[in-house]
């Protein structure tokens, strides 16, 4: 009789490597399914071995955070199996279809854990498809994996949190911050001040680096329309026009390089695929999957935990990892764990501060209503604002994947995974409705781009 299929986590960020060392600790060796080179996800991301610099210059005042991360995988890994730049690209009922270079694979399971985790939002400008825009992941990817920087001038445009912590760890990396340029107004209320004091330390961090800027002769400026990025002669970006909202006077800034973002979005197309369901959420205005406070989602088997539920931090995504094995393991035995309680309560206690960065970090609505009509909305099918508000007007369809039936949109390389969010608001705008009857891009296999050579021709090694 052959073994019962094995536990299954994908994602190998704090929420993932959580969730495995919890299972190994009951006695299970999980398989752990990763994109990365190396365990850690975005935020504990690190460079190979003739690149590696200090924990404290790569992660600053995270160190600790991720030397413990580190070496709790490394006392891991002869208890688990470890699959390292290995994507999930399809799944189907108990079997993931797995590609590792030219390699494909099919991985069975019976119980799956996802811990996805998040990529940038963007909202797009005109001429920020120009090389030498990346989003502020890439950035820190850029910093982080290949001790290097995007640009020698760089402008930080968006909002979020990130936008200043990325600012932050380029001027420390040699690079000259031109500004760092927020679209919303954040801080203006003094109603916020004590909800996101909740957040303690995290709160007290980003005010260090906003301080640290100002201190540093960076300037901050907030309540940003941006205009256009400007290119030189060779196609480059070589700057940035944009106002300040609610004037009329226009401002030009010089650089080499932009780093964009606007928060994160939650990576679900893996939960899509798999049935979960989801609903929407009106302050961090994205769909969601629907799942019980412990990870649990209405499909049987399958648990959620990280930034892939909900964009909360990677504090919370490790407790939501740990949290979701024991979810797991209570539903294998019927016991639950002591220490789920007092988890539980993290989490809750999490949830003020978090709602007050999505308050005072809200995601621009007004400017993609305003986005000029030439502005690309989905690169990868050229497709432009105008284009979809055409669709829109001559159809009468409101549903996102009507209009993407019309007029192609998402279904490039991507999958709508970079246009998706701000074309909901672009046709949410254009058909006068709310977002909620948007609805959401339905996720597709491959979920990401994957060599036909490797679908066609490529070696199957089976399970």
């Given at each position: 009789?052959?073994?019962?299929?094995?536990?299954?986590?994908?994602?190998?960020?704090?929420?993932?490597?959580?969730?495995?060392r919890?299972?190994?600790?009951?006695?299970h060796?999980?398989?752990?399914?990763?994109?990365?080179?190396?365990?850690?996800?975005q935020?504990?991301?690190?460079?190979?071995?003739?690149?590696?610099q200090?924990?404290?210059?790569?992660?600053?005042?995270?160190?600790?955070?991720?030397?413990r991360?580190?070496?709790?995988?490394?006392?891991?890994?002869?208890?688990?199996?470890?699959?390292?730049?290995?994507?999930?690209?399809?799944?189907?009922?108990?079997?993931?279809h797995?590609?590792?270079?030219?390699?494909?694979?099919?991985?069975?399971?019976?119980?799956?854990?996802?811990?996805?985790?998040?990529?940038?939002?963007?909202?797009?400008?005109?001429?920020?498809?120009?090389?030498?825009?990346?989003?502020?992941?890439?950035?820190?990817i850029?910093?982080?994996?290949?001790?290097?920087?995007?640009?020698?001038?760089?402008?930080?445009?968006?909002?979020?949190?990130?936008?200043?912590l990325?600012?932050?760890?380029?001027?420390?990396?040699?690079?000259?911050?031109?500004?760092?340029?927020?679209?919303?107004?954040?801080?203006?209320?003094?109603?916020?001040?004590?909800?996101?004091?909740?957040?303690g330390?995290?709160?007290?961090?980003?005010?260090?680096?906003?301080?640290?800027?100002?201190?540093?002769?960076?300037?901050?400026?907030?309540?940003?329309?941006?205009?256009?990025?400007?290119?030189?002669?060779?196609?480059?970006?070589?700057?940035?026009?944009?106002r300040?909202?609610?004037?009329?006077?226009?401002?030009?800034?010089?650089?080499?390089?932009?780093?964009?973002?606007?928060?994160?979005?939650?990576?679900?197309?893996?939960?899509?695929?798999?049935?979960?369901?989801?609903?929407?959420?009106?302050?961090?205005?994205?769909?969601?999957?629907t799942?019980?406070?412990?990870?649990?989602?209405?499909?049987?088997?399958?648990?959620?935990?990280?930034?892939?539920?909900?964009?909360?931090?990677?504090?919370?995504?490790?407790?939501?990892?740990?949290?979701?094995?024991?979810?797991?393991?209570?539903?294998?035995?019927?016991?639950?764990?002591?220490q789920?309680?007092?988890?539980?309560?993290?989490?809750?206690?999490?949830?003020?501060?978090r709602?007050?960065?999505?308050?005072?970090?809200?995601?621009?609505?007004?400017?993609?209503?305003?986005?000029?009509?030439?502005?690309l909305?989905?690169?990868?099918?050229?497709?432009?604002?105008?284009?979809?508000?055409?669709?829109?007007?001559?159809?009468?369809?409101?549903?996102?994947?009507?209009?993407?039936?019309f007029?192609?949109?998402?279904?490039?390389?991507?999958?709508?995974?970079v246009?998706?969010?701000?074309?909901?608001?672009?046709?949410?705008?254009?058909?006068?409705?709310?977002?909620?009857?948007?609805?959401?891009?339905?996720?597709q296999?491959p979920?990401?781009?994957?060599?036909?050579?490797?679908?066609?021709?490529?070696?199957?090694?089976?399970?």
């Amino acid at each position: 009789m052959r073994d019962e299929p094995p536990i299954v986590v994908v994602g190998a960020g704090p929420a993932g490597v959580s969730a495995a060392r919890t299972l190994v600790g009951a006695g299970h060796r999980p398989i752990l399914v990763d994109e990365g080179m190396f365990p850690g996800g975005q935020v504990f991301r690190r460079p190979p071995s003739p690149l590696q610099q200090s924990d404290e210059k790569l992660y600053g005042f995270d160190a600790r955070r991720a030397r413990r991360l580190h070496d709790e995988f490394a006392a891991l890994l002869p208890s688990i199996v470890y699959h390292a730049e290995t994507m999930v690209w399809a799944v189907e009922s108990n079997l993931l279809h797995l590609a590792r270079g030219d390699k494909t694979t099919c991985q069975p399971w019976k119980r799956l854990i996802l811990a996805t985790g998040a990529m940038d939002r963007i909202v797009p400008t005109n001429g920020w498809t120009a090389p030498g825009v990346v989003t502020l992941g890439a950035a820190q990817i850029a910093l982080k994996a290949q001790a290097s920087i995007i640009g020698k001038s760089v402008i930080f445009l968006g909002s979020g949190p990130l936008l200043y912590l990325v600012a932050y760890q380029y001027a420390r990396a040699g690079a000259r911050v031109v500004a760092v340029l927020e679209a919303g107004r954040p801080f203006q209320r003094f109603s916020d001040l004590p909800a996101l004091a909740s957040g303690g330390a995290t709160f007290a961090r980003g005010v260090f680096y906003i301080a640290w800027l100002k201190a540093h002769g960076v300037p901050i400026k907030t309540g940003i329309e941006p205009l256009e990025i400007l290119h030189g002669s060779d196609g480059r970006t070589n700057g940035l026009r944009y106002r300040r909202k609610g004037q009329g006077r226009e401002t030009i800034l010089s650089c080499d390089a932009l780093a964009i973002g606007y928060g994160l979005k939650s990576e679900t197309q893996l939960a899509d695929l798999l049935g979960v369901d989801f609903h929407f959420d009106p302050q961090q205005r994205q769909w969601l999957p629907t799942t019980d406070l412990d990870g649990r989602s209405c499909v049987d088997g399958v648990y959620l935990a990280g930034d892939g539920v909900s964009i909360r931090g990677n504090q919370i995504a490790a407790i939501a990892g740990e949290l979701a094995a024991l979810a797991l393991l209570s539903d294998m035995n019927g016991s639950e764990a002591p220490q789920a309680g007092s988890l539980r309560r993290e989490i809750s206690r999490a949830r003020r501060f978090r709602r007050a960065l999505d308050s005072v970090f809200a995601f621009p609505t007004d400017q993609l209503k305003t986005l000029p009509d030439e502005a690309l909305i989905c690169r990868c099918e050229g497709l432009t604002a105008g284009a979809v508000r055409d669709v829109v007007g001559l159809s009468g369809e409101s549903d996102i994947n009507r209009v993407k039936a019309f007029s192609r949109l998402g279904m490039g390389r991507c999958q709508g995974r970079v246009c998706g969010p701000a074309a909901a608001e672009l046709i949410a705008a254009a058909a006068s409705t709310d977002i909620l009857h948007v609805g959401r891009l339905r996720g597709q296999a491959p979920l990401k781009p994957i060599a036909l050579a490797t679908l066609a021709g490529g070696r199957d090694e089976g399970i």
